[in-house]
C-alpha cells in the first residue's frame, strides 16, 4: 500500500510539473479582451480578440483572421492561433464586423450590416492595436512587425490589408492567405456554383451586384490593391478548392506583373465527395510548416 501510494504522489507531482513547464513554455492561454470599437453612423460596435501572449520578452503579432463568406464566424481557429504561438509569435484572433444576418456578433450595433469598407476598416485597427500593444494583455509584449494568417473571407481582409494601407494608414507587414476571394467582379468567379456561394457572398458583403469594371465590386477587391510596394505574401489554395479556381490564378498574375513580393502553393489533391477538394483552414496543418517559416523570415 505505501508503495502504490508513493507511485500515485510522484504521479501527481510528474503531472504538476508537466503543467508547470507547459505554463513556463511558449504557449499560452488566451486571453479575451476588446482591442478596439468599430464605428458607424448607427453606433459604435465592441470589437473583440483572443489574445495569444507569450508571457516573457518581446515577440512579433500575427492576426488570425476567420472566414465565414464575410457574414459568419467567431475568432480562430483557436488550434492556428496556438501553432502560431508555439512558434514565437503572440497571436491574436480577431472578429470583425459581419455582414447580414452577421448572428455570430450579437454586439454588432442595429443598422450596421458590416457592408465594405467596415470589415477591412476593422481589421485595419487590429493591426494598429496589435502593432503599438494597446491593450492590456499585449502592452509591452510586441515588436512592432504584424503579420496575418487568413482563411477564405478573412484572406480576402489579409490581402487587402497587405496590399496597401487603408483605414489610419497600417497595413501588414505580411500575410499568409489561405483559398481567399480576391477580384469580387470576376465573371467566372460569380457563375461558379460548384461547392460555394461566391456570387452571394461578395454581393452581400460589398451591398451591391454591379460587377462591371470599375464598378462596386471591382473597387471592393484587393487583387487590384497590389504593387510593388505591396507587403510579401504567401497565397496558397488546393487545385478543386471551393473558392473558384480563378482567384488563386487572378491574385497571383497581377503579384507577378507589378513586382510586388510573394510566395505561392497550389495544393494538387483529390476532390471529396462533393467534387472539391480542402479549403482554407482545412489544410492548415499541411502547409503550417511552410507558412510559419515564411512569417519567421518576413517577421523576425
Not at 482591442?35 to 518581446?58: C, E, H, K, Q
Not at 481557429?77 to 472578429?95: H, R, Y
Not at 448572428?103 to 476598416?121: A, K
Request: charged share 15%; hydrophobic share 45%; with cysteine.
Amino acid at each position: 500500500m505505501k508503495t502504490k501510494l508513493m507511485f500515485l504522489l510522484i504521479g501527481v507531482a510528474a503531472l504538476s510539473l508537466s503543467a508547470t513547464v507547459a505554463n513556463n513554455g511558449l504557449q499560452s492561454s488566451p486571453v479575451r479582451e476588446q482591442y478596439a470599437v468599430g464605428t458607424s453612423r448607427f453606433g459604435n460596435t465592441p470589437l473583440f480578440w483572443d489574445a495569444f501572449i507569450i508571457p516573457t520578452g518581446r515577440h512579433p503579432a500575427v492576426l488570425v483572421i476567420h472566414g465565414g463568406e464575410f457574414k459568419a464566424g467567431d475568432p480562430g481557429p483557436a488550434s492556428v492561433a496556438q501553432d502560431l504561438n508555439a512558434a514565437g509569435f503572440n497571436a491574436f484572433a480577431i472578429e470583425y464586423r459581419l455582414a447580414p444576418p452577421h448572428t455570430d456578433m450579437p454586439q454588432e450595433v442595429v443598422g450596421d450590416d458590416g457592408h465594405y469598407p467596415e470589415q477591412t476598416n476593422d481589421v485595419a485597427t487590429a493591426i494598429r492595436a496589435a502593432r503599438a500593444g494597446s491593450t492590456a494583455a499585449s502592452a509591452g509584449k510586441v515588436t512592432g512587425k504584424v503579420g496575418a494568417v487568413g482563411g477564405s473571407a478573412g484572406a480576402s481582409h489579409a490581402a487587402y490589408t497587405a496590399a496597401a494601407a487603408t483605414l489610419g494608414g497600417d497595413m501588414l507587414d505580411a500575410a499568409v492567405l489561405l483559398s481567399g476571394a480576391y477580384d469580387f467582379h470576376d465573371p467566372a468567379s460569380l457563375a461558379d456554383v460548384r461547392c460555394t456561394t461566391f456570387a452571394a457572398a461578395v454581393t452581400n458583403y460589398v451591398n451591391s451586384t454591379d460587377a462591371s469594371a470599375g464598378g462596386a465590386l471591382d473597387l471592393a477587391s484587393p487583387y487590384r490593391r497590389f504593387t510593388s510596394a505591396s507587403a510579401p505574401v504567401f497565397v496558397i489554395a488546393t487545385n478543386l478548392d471551393p473558392m473558384p479556381p480563378q482567384q488563386f490564378q487572378i491574385l497571383t498574375t497581377r503579384l507577378k506583373a507589378v513586382g510586388a513580393p510573394n510566395q505561392t502553393l497550389l495544393i494538387t489533391e483529390a476532390p471529396g465527395p462533393n467534387g472539391c477538394t480542402r479549403h482554407s483552414f482545412h489544410y492548415w496543418n499541411d502547409v503550417k510548416t511552410q507558412a510559419i517559416a515564411f512569417l519567421n523570415r518576413m517577421l523576425k
